[in-house]
């Protein structure tokens, strides 16, 4: 279990590449869309000094103590994320009110997750490129292409695993960290007094004298904690110690001290706004260091993509998504994935994104939505988890989450306003995908519905078996979704055949709440008698169903299963739309357009296809 790993050197470097991508490449453009953005601000030392403070608190605040500090607590049997706090929170609010909003709260966090997924990959990558201008101004026209080539690779790299790329993720990372922090040492020498801004004051006197322009710094500063939700996301894969420890040691410190730089370059060199991270480079350096902001904004893409694979899964295993193809792209780690839709789809977005906004300062205007959303939604799920988990205080948990959500409530405010420049698209592709997720679990349920009301009991169909009913040789196993009642598929097969195999296995496939289940706890197997039995198979919603896997679990509790002599019945269901309650008429028909293009059951849960009978029912909904 990923809470239970201990802490070693290759776990650590590995966090540091896998974890910190993305907000250890904020330094490209920060501070550049603060100043100079679409609402630019006076490049003046009493500016900069007051910038730099509110960029020290944000981090300080958001990511320090909100994530590394408190969220990181929460974490569901060692796994992080919107939707293992979802998980986590719907089990903790059985039976009140609230349960259902949350949950909607925590769909919203998971759709909007695929927006700030395509935009990091296009305004990182885009961002380290554009180091070329400070080379020569002459490479501008080439800044677009060569980022849709790097991309273009990246993506189509996907299908062969992450874990070949994995290895040099760490040390590439940890290169970058101290190459940043160097440059901002260096230039905090020249300009020791910046360091002043540590002083909380500044941040405050920014704010009264220019209230204005300090709403509009908050829209960018908020930049500089992208990624920061990462930390949370990505825990399960290393544990907890490993991410505290790197970001306490490293990733910290190297940050502020390159955000410092930056600040102690425009004091004594306001003109260099136009590129303050690569100004920060003396001229013999520029380029490699662009070769190595390029290399880090990879890794950034590669950790945001790897993210979309898992939050896929997830949402496919909580019933949020219909059935995909998992490719497993390593055999001993279980969390490597490749999720071909998901990664196509990702990538037709990013190149529209590059292609259509053309630079990482149009780009900065679309970002921030996503992610003070999300942090909004995550504050206000840990605040349950601090009253019904932890036990605290309501006067402490009032004062903790409520402090905190106020901060996610000003940065979230400041980035609406930039919903025209750019920011239309992550909110259209969450509405887009929260679309998706919310139809497809509600067409799921009125499924479950009309099945259940057409179903038979299974002691009336058992009293029907008599002389008349043939005994076929050999095993079936009904796959169904019901945990009571006959399924369709055994009533066909009685009615059309009149026929009854030996053994009648009624298998129920579901999804915990936990990220992960032992096998010994896997199945629960009940005896009906006359040769049915009902066996229920548990897995996590981080893994994969393989049911010939589960049914070898049977073997100690006296039914052994001979895949040659077992016969897998599925029913295949047809929908049609109707004007019933239940959802609008659109919806029910994106509903059966997404059952049409699912998955089949069959390669989903890794059932031989040369053993299977599919038998069709239709169903209104």
Not at 493 to 514: E, G, I
Request: proline fraction near 5%.
């Amino acid at each position: 279990m990923s809470q239970q790993k201990t802490l070693s050197a290759g776990l650590l470097i590995s966090a540091i590449g896998v974890v910190y991508g993305d907000i250890g490449t904020s330094p490209l453009y920060a501070l550049k869309e603060t100043f100079s953005g679409h609402h630019p601000i006076p490049v003046t030392p009493e500016n900069i000094l007051g910038v730099l403070s509110l960029v020290f608190w944000t981090v300080m605040m958001l990511v320090t103590v909100k994530y590394v500090i408190i969220i990181m607590r929460a974490d569901n049997h060692g796994e992080g994320g919107s939707l293992a706090l979802l998980a986590q929170v719907t089990e903790l609010t059985k039976g009140f009110r609230v349960q259902y909003p949350l949950m909607l709260l925590g769909v919203i966090a998971a759709a909007l997750f695929y927006g700030d997924s395509m935009i990091t990959p296009a305004i990182s990558v885009l961002s380290a490129v554009e180091g070329l201008e400070v080379v020569a101004p002459q490479f501008k026209s080439y800044v677009v292409p060569i980022t849709v080539v790097v991309l273009t690779a990246l993506f189509f790299l996907q299908k062969r695993g992450t874990g070949w790329v994995g290895m040099l993720f760490g040390p590439v990372m940890t290169i970058w960290f101290l190459a940043v922090a160097i440059l901002g040492i260096i230039n905090v020498v020249a300009a020791p007094h910046v360091l002043a801004a540590i002083n909380p004051l500044y941040a405050a006197d920014f704010i009264v004298k220019h209230p204005l322009l300090s709403f509009f710094a908050l829209g960018s500063v908020v930049l500089s904690v992208t990624g920061g939700e990462a930390l949370y996301t990505d825990m399960g894969h290393f544990g907890k110690l490993p991410i505290r420890i790197a970001w306490f040691a490293l990733v910290w410190p190297s940050l502020l001290l390159n955000y410092f730089g930056q600040g102690a370059l425009l004091i004594t060199e306001p003109e260099a706004i136009q590129n303050p991270f690569f100004r920060l480079s003396p001229d013999w350096m520029v380029v490699p260091m662009v070769l190595l902001a390029t290399c880090a904004t990879v890794i950034a893409s590669q950790a945001v993509i790897s993210g979309a694979f898992s939050v896929a899964r997830q949402a496919i295993q909580l019933g949020l998504l219909p059935r995909m193809t998992i490719v497993h792209t390593s055999g001993s780690e279980e969390g490597q994935i490749y999720v071909p839709f998901t990664n196509w789809t990702l990538y037709i977005a990013v190149m529209a994104l590059v292609i259509g906004f053309q630079s990482s300062s149009n780009l900065a205007a679309a970002y921030g939505i996503a992610v003070t959303s999300t942090m909004m939604i995550d504050t206000i799920l840990v605040a349950f988890v601090m009253a019904l988990l932890w036990r605290w205080p309501l006067a402490v948990v009032i004062i903790v989450a409520g402090s905190l959500l106020m901060i996610d409530l000003a940065f979230f405010t400041a980035n609406v306003i930039k919903v025209a420049q750019g920011g239309w698209f992550p909110v259209f592709i969450g509405i887009l995908s929260f679309t998706v997720l919310t139809t497809w679990r509600r067409g799921r349920e009125l499924v479950r519905n009309q099945v259940k009301k057409l179903a038979v009991p299974l002691d009336v169909v058992m009293r029907a078996l008599g002389s008349d009913i043939a005994r076929a040789r050999g095993t079936a196993v009904f796959l169904t979704a019901a945990t009571d009642g006959v399924p369709p598929a055994l009533l066909h097969n009685l009615k059309h055949n009149q026929t009854v195999h030996q053994r009648v296995v009624l298998a129920t496939v579901m999804t915990t709440d936990s990220p992960y289940v032992p096998d010994s706890e896997r199945i629960e197997l009940t005896t009906l008698g006359n040769g049915f039995y009902r066996l229920l198979i548990r897995y996590g919603f981080m893994q994969t169903p393989d049911v010939p896997a589960a049914l070898a679990l049977c073997k100690p509790l006296g039914l052994e299963f001979n895949m040659m002599s077992t016969s897998f019945f599925l029913s295949r269901e047809s929908y049609v739309p109707s004007l019933n309650p239940g959802m609008a008429l659109w919806r029910e028909r994106l509903f059966t357009f997404m059952t049409l293009n699912a998955t089949r059951a069959t390669i989903f849960f890794k059932i031989p296809t040369d053993r299977v009978v599919e038998l069709g029912t239709q169903l209104e909904i």
